[in-house]
């Protein structure tokens, strides 16, 4: 058996080297015959390239000599004097050859170390294949040469090919091969040739643990190691080059590149909450980088370790995958894992989509490794998860920029401008920017400059069929599996597609502000017009809720038009929400807008919301819809999006009190009492709030279109112009009617007084008195009499409510009038409330004057005591 490491022949029997003390392996005997013939083309290949090299270096001296003989051969006779000239001339022939063998055997070493420190490089970068065919060509410059053997063995070791490195250490043996400067004599060659006694325990090596960790895992498993467990952890006969295969991948794994599908589950103890698996057949070793990450003139090795099924500490009773950054150093001639450093979180998990990755940039003299992750759930439990980091090295990881873990919600857009700030610094601008515009706080993986080493995505592959499926029975078994995808090679065409990828998603984010924009202007542009030239011309205003603008307008300035942006689905594109507010109240959603990649449409352009319906949006993304057809009739819908631009409704239920008292609400397959619906609504989990609403008052200078803004004012122009012109005529015309009474009154008058000449002028009433005047305008109702008669009205119950359902609050007392407002319970949600009627009592005439608030505005008049 001979060494891997120094060539040294062992016995068969024998566990470590004689001679250097290294590990042996034992090779199999049984080998497959494409082994077998590998090895023997190995051996034949090396013999034959010798032997055809040799004969070419030294064809031309051997030429010589054979022309030096002919001349000594045709001058044997000649006389001593000849002979003697002759002797010369052969001596200086043979100085002349001598010069000639020695003059190519420089530049064959010249050749020869050429060869050698590229085949180093390529061994360092880890190019095998280049790195192998190089040290082939400089055994075939000098076989005796022995350094090419051994680093060809550690190639081959390191591929796994055992029979071929044991082929080139034989190889080695055969041609008296033997390192520079340890050539030594004839008989003490022979007598190493001796076979090599197994070594004492005390000169067995102790082996080498990796870590603190590794070192803390050998201890508890004292006694139970295996000779796998100690050529692993035997760390001084290998390098830095051959450490990930020869070492961390045997112990650990290795990811490899490819596709991979993870089907849904069912989360454990939940009925509706379905997961994507986490995936556990990809582990161990990611990626690797030989590199000089501290600057000390000394390369280190970075490795990408993926670790599965690590318990989280914020929730104990779950499991995830994690990617951490090691940092091996070679001391002592032995390699230890000198720093680790916890760089994505929840790798290839439960979430639908996902995107990690980590790269280099080099910036100011420093090597910066920077990764991030971007994780979003929105099949069932709605939420995402964004973290992102850039470290450095030197004997520890240094953290420059971190979100110091995951965060979640809107906590990520807090940490976006001191982080992009650093980013600037160090080159990564297109980043930074494209963080600040889009409140995005992950990389694109593809910065100019950059060397990535991995990128991991999980992408969901249901559509609209599927999901329609999946939403009636909350079955797992309809939905397609998750794809996962590892990239861990990366040209560069593979960089400036990526580049191309974030180029055209930047444009469709750009025209999706424009197309929410124009929605915006179309509103702007209405309300400037006036309802009454919106319901003129429909089809000019095709994406608004004509019903909101009107209430705008006959409100007088008490409901405002406010609007926001919301990723209701968590696809990472957020929707665009128009709503109402009423004197500084609560927001009312009246319109869902999202972009399908060429305009904005209204997500319920089949409804009109706001009229007679509420729109409620929870946290897991369902959204329900209640619409009433009065106080014992109406119908609750719940809608999920389905990621192409369009809604899904999950479940319908009509809503009827009077023909279903005990369970008014019900459906094809279950009818549920107004309790148990209120128990759905509320294992929805909350609704949506803290939204940040603009009004289109405060819409930024320069937002609206200058088109659309240009346009509506003059608009606004002519109409106040015709306006003015019809309020100039109808003055006229008042003026005119007015002079035309005057003038009949006087005839009438005159006429009057000609009748009644001479008569007596008793029966005339005396004027009122004016303080009798002012008595009879004192209130006739007080507050309190007002209040209990109106709660006694509504009590009673009107066309739009139940009376149990109808709350009277007082508002506002003046001196000749009450004022109240009437509120009801939300339909299908019995703990909210909203204003139903906005009520005004005369308090001399008792003259009521009722306002329908939530849907059309509709005015009743009454008088409060004859009901």
Same mark, same amino acid.
């Given at each position: 058996?001979?060494? %891997?490491?120094?060539?040294?022949?062992?016995?068969?029997?024998?566990?470590? /080297?004689?001679? /250097?003390?290294?590990?042996?392996?034992?090779?199999?005997?049984?080998?497959?015959?494409?082994?077998?013939?590998?090895?023997?083309?190995?051996?034949?290949?090396?013999?034959?390239?010798?032997?055809?090299?040799?004969?070419e270096?030294?064809?031309?001296?051997?030429?010589?000599?054979?022309?030096?003989?002919?001349q000594?051969?045709?001058? %044997? %006779?000649?006389?001593?004097?000849?002979?003697?000239?002759?002797g010369?001339?052969?001596?200086?022939?043979?100085?002349?050859?001598?010069?000639?063998?020695?003059?190519?055997?420089?530049?064959?070493?010249?050749?020869f170390q050429?060869?050698?420190?590229?085949?180093?490089?390529?061994?360092?970068?880890?190019?095998y294949?280049?790195?192998?065919?190089l040290?082939?060509?400089?055994?075939?410059?000098?076989?005796?040469?022995?350094?090419?053997?051994?680093?060809?063995? &550690?190639?081959?070791?390191?591929?796994?090919?055992?029979?071929k490195?044991?082929?080139?250490?034989?190889?080695?043996?055969?041609?008296?091969?033997?390192?520079?400067?340890?050539?030594?004599?004839?008989k003490?060659?022979?007598?190493?040739e001796?076979?090599?006694?197994?070594?004492?325990?005390?000169?067995?090596?102790?082996?080498?643990?990796?870590?603190?960790?590794?070192?803390?895992? $050998?201890?508890?498993?004292?006694?139970?190691?295996?000779?796998?467990?100690d050529?692993?952890?035997?760390t001084?006969?290998?390098?830095?080059?051959? !450490?990930v295969?020869?070492?961390?991948?045997?112990?650990?794994?290795?990811?490899?590149?490819?596709?991979?599908?993870?089907?849904?589950?069912?989360?454990?103890?939940e009925?509706?909450?379905?997961?994507?698996?986490?995936? $556990?057949?990809?582990?161990?070793?990611?990626?690797?980088?030989?590199?000089?990450?501290?600057?000390?003139?000394?390369?280190?090795?970075?490795?990408?370790?993926?670790?599965?099924?690590?318990? +989280?500490?914020?929730?104990?009773?779950?499991?995830?995958?994690?990617?951490?950054?090691?940092?091996y150093?070679k001391?002592?001639?032995?390699?230890?894992?000198?720093?680790? !450093?916890?760089?994505?979180?929840?790798?290839?998990?439960?979430?639908?989509?996902?995107?990690?990755?980590?790269?280099?940039?080099?910036?100011?003299?420093?090597?910066?490794? /920077?990764?991030?992750?971007?994780?979003?759930?929105?099949?069932?439990? %709605?939420?995402?998860?964004?973290?992102?980091?850039?470290?450095?090295?030197?004997?520890?990881?240094?953290?420059?920029?971190?979100?110091k873990?995951?965060?979640?919600?809107?906590?990520?857009?807090?940490?976006?401008?001191?982080?992009?700030?650093?980013?600037?610094?160090?080159?990564?601008?297109?980043?930074?920017?494209?963080?600040?515009?889009?409140?995005?706080?992950?990389?694109?993986?593809?910065?100019?400059?950059?060397?990535?080493?991995?990128?991991?995505?999980?992408?969901?592959?249901?559509?609209?069929?599927?999901?329609?499926?999946?939403?009636?029975?909350?079955?797992?078994?309809?939905?397609?599996?998750?794809?996962?995808?590892?990239?861990?090679?990366?040209?560069?065409?593979?960089?400036?597609?990526?580049?191309?990828?974030?180029?055209?998603?930047?444009?469709k984010?750009?025209?999706?502000?424009?197309?929410?924009?124009?929605?915006?202007d179309?509103?702007?542009?209405?309300?400037?017009?006036?309802?009454?030239?919106?319901?003129?011309?429909?089809?000019?205003?095709?994406?608004?809720?004509?019903?909101?603008?009107?209430?705008?307008?006959?409100?007088?300035?008490?409901?405002?038009?406010?609007?926001?942006?919301?990723?209701?689905?968590?696809?990472g594109?957020?929707?665009?929400?128009?709503?109402?507010?009423s004197? #500084?109240?609560?927001?009312?959603?009246?319109?869902?807008? /999202?972009?399908?990649?060429?305009?904005?449409?209204n997500?319920?352009?089949?409804?009109?919301?706001?009229?007679?319906?509420?729109?409620?949006?929870?946290?897991?993304?369902?959204? !329900?819809?209640?619409?009433?057809?009065?106080?014992?009739?109406?119908?609750?819908?719940?809608?999920?999006?389905?990621?192409?631009?369009?809604?899904?409704?999950?479940?319908?239920?009509?809503?009827?009190?009077?023909g279903?008292?005990?369970?008014?609400?019900?459906?094809?397959?279950?009818?549920?009492?107004? *309790?148990?619906?209120?128990?759905?609504?509320?294992?929805?989990?909350?609704?949506?709030?803290?939204?940040?609403?603009?009004?289109?008052?405060?819409?930024?200078?320069?937002?609206?279109?200058?088109?659309?803004?240009?346009?509506?004012? &003059?608009?606004?122009?002519?109409?106040?112009?015709?306006k003015?012109?019809?309020?100039?005529?109808?003055?006229?015309?008042?003026?005119?009617?007015?002079?035309?009474?005057?003038?009949a009154?006087?005839?009438?008058?005159?006429?009057?007084?000609? *009748?009644?000449?001479?008569?007596?002028?008793?029966?005339?009433?005396?004027?009122?008195?004016?303080?009798?005047q002012?008595?009879?305008?004192?209130?006739?109702?007080?507050?309190?009499?007002?209040?209990?008669?109106?709660? $006694?009205?509504?009590?009673?119950?009107? &066309? +739009?409510?139940? #009376?149990?359902e109808?709350?009277?609050?007082?508002q506002?007392?003046?001196?000749?009038?009450?004022?109240?407002?009437?509120?009801?319970?939300?339909?299908?949600?019995?703990?909210?409330?909203?204003?139903?009627?906005?009520?005004?009592?005369?308090?001399?005439?008792?003259?009521?004057?009722?306002k329908?608030?939530l849907?059309?505005g509709?005015?009743?008049?009454?008088?409060?005591? *004859?009901?």
């Open positions: 058996m001979y060494c %891997r490491k120094c060539g040294a022949e062992n016995a068969d029997h024998a566990k470590f /080297c004689g001679k /250097c003390g290294a590990e042996l392996v034992q090779i199999p005997q049984e080998s497959t015959q494409e082994e077998k013939s590998a090895e023997k083309k190995v051996e034949e290949n090396l013999q034959k390239d010798f032997e055809a090299e040799e004969t270096n030294f064809q031309e001296i051997e030429q010589e000599r054979k022309q030096e003989a002919e000594q051969e045709t001058k %044997r %006779r000649k006389n001593f004097r000849i002979a003697a000239a002759v010369i001339s052969t001596v200086l022939i043979a100085g002349v050859t001598t010069g000639v063998y020695f003059g190519m055997k420089d530049k064959q070493e010249k050749t050429t060869k050698i420190a590229m085949a180093d490089k390529y061994l360092e970068d880890m190019e294949e280049k790195a192998e065919e040290y082939l060509e400089s055994i075939k410059i000098d076989p005796k040469e022995r350094k090419s053997y051994d680093k060809l063995a &550690e190639i081959y070791t390191a591929q796994g090919k055992e029979k490195a044991e082929a080139i250490l034989k190889k080695a043996k055969e041609n008296g091969a033997v390192a520079k400067g340890q050539e030594v004599p004839k003490e060659a022979q007598s190493n001796k076979p090599a006694a197994e070594p004492v325990p005390d000169e067995k090596p102790s082996p080498n643990s990796s870590s603190q960790e590794e070192n803390k895992e $050998e201890e508890e498993n004292k006694g139970e190691h295996t000779q796998d467990q050529k692993i952890d035997d001084k006969a290998v390098s830095l080059e051959t !450490y295969d020869k070492v961390l991948v045997p112990k650990y794994g290795k990811c490899t590149a490819g596709t991979y599908e993870s089907k849904y589950v069912k989360k454990d103890g009925k509706k909450i379905v997961q994507p698996e986490r995936l $556990e057949k990809q582990k161990g070793v990611l990626a690797s980088k030989l590199k000089d990450f501290d600057g000390d003139g000394e390369k280190e090795l970075l490795v990408l370790m993926l670790k599965t099924g690590e318990e +989280d500490k914020a929730k104990k009773d779950e499991k995830h995958n994690h990617v951490y950054l090691q940092m150093e001391k002592e001639k032995s390699i230890k894992l000198a720093a680790e !450093y916890l760089a994505l979180r929840n790798v290839m998990g439960n979430a639908e989509t996902e995107r990690q990755g980590i790269f280099l940039k080099e910036s100011g003299g420093k090597i910066y490794i /920077c990764g991030s992750t971007a994780n979003q759930y929105s099949l069932t439990a %709605r939420s995402h998860e964004y973290g992102m980091f850039a470290v450095n090295y030197d004997g520890t990881f240094r953290e420059y920029a971190s979100t873990g995951l965060l979640t919600g809107e906590e990520h857009e807090k940490e976006i401008t001191d982080i992009s700030a650093k980013l600037e610094k160090i080159g990564l601008n297109a980043t930074a920017k494209r963080m600040r515009g889009y409140s995005e706080l992950w990389f694109e993986f593809d910065e100019s400059g950059v060397e990535i080493l991995a990128e991991l995505t999980t992408t969901e592959q249901n559509g609209t069929e599927e999901l329609s499926e999946f939403y009636e029975t909350y079955d797992s078994s309809v939905l397609k599996p998750v794809q996962r995808k590892v990239t861990l090679k990366f040209d560069k065409k593979e960089i400036e597609a990526a580049a191309k990828r974030t180029e055209e998603r930047l444009k984010e750009q025209k999706k502000d424009e197309a929410y924009q124009k929605i915006l179309e509103y702007q542009e209405a309300l400037l017009m006036g309802a009454s030239e919106v319901q003129k011309d429909p089809e000019g205003y095709p994406n608004i809720n004509p019903l909101l603008v009107f209430l705008t307008e006959t409100d007088k300035g008490k409901t405002e038009i406010i609007y926001t942006m919301y990723d209701i689905d968590e696809s594109e957020k929707e665009l929400l128009v709503g109402s507010r004197n #500084g109240g609560d927001e009312r959603v009246v319109g869902v807008y /999202c972009f399908d990649g060429v305009d904005a449409k997500m319920f352009e089949d409804q009109t919301l706001a009229e007679r319906s509420l729109l409620q949006i929870y946290e897991n993304g369902t959204m !329900y819809i209640y619409g009433s057809g009065g106080a014992s009739y109406g119908n609750a819908s719940f809608y999920r999006m389905d990621g192409e631009h369009t809604v899904i409704q999950t479940e319908q239920y009509t809503f009827d009190m009077e279903h008292p005990e369970q008014p609400y019900y459906n094809d397959k279950e009818a549920l009492s107004k *309790e148990a619906f209120q128990k759905k609504l509320d294992s929805m989990g909350k609704t949506v709030s803290g939204l940040k609403w603009k009004t289109l008052s405060e819409r930024i200078t320069g937002e609206a279109d200058p088109e659309a803004a240009k346009k509506a004012e &003059e608009a606004k122009k002519k109409e106040e112009a015709k003015a012109e019809e309020k100039k005529a109808q003055e006229e015309k008042a003026k005119k009617d007015k002079a035309a009474k005057k003038k009154e006087e005839a009438k008058k005159k006429e009057a007084e000609t *009748e009644n000449a001479g008569q007596s002028q008793e029966g005339i009433k005396t004027p009122e008195n004016p303080i009798q002012e008595e009879e305008q004192t209130p006739v109702y007080s507050d309190s009499e007002i209040q209990k008669k109106l709660e $006694e009205y509504y009590a009673k119950g009107t &066309e +739009d409510a139940k #009376g149990e109808m709350t009277v609050l007082e506002e007392s003046t001196k000749s009038e009450y004022l109240v407002k009437v509120t009801t319970k939300v339909p299908g949600n019995e703990t909210a409330e909203q204003v139903l009627y906005e009520v005004t009592v005369n308090k001399i005439t008792g003259e009521t004057v009722q329908r608030v849907t059309d509709k005015t009743v008049t009454f008088l409060l005591w *004859e009901n």
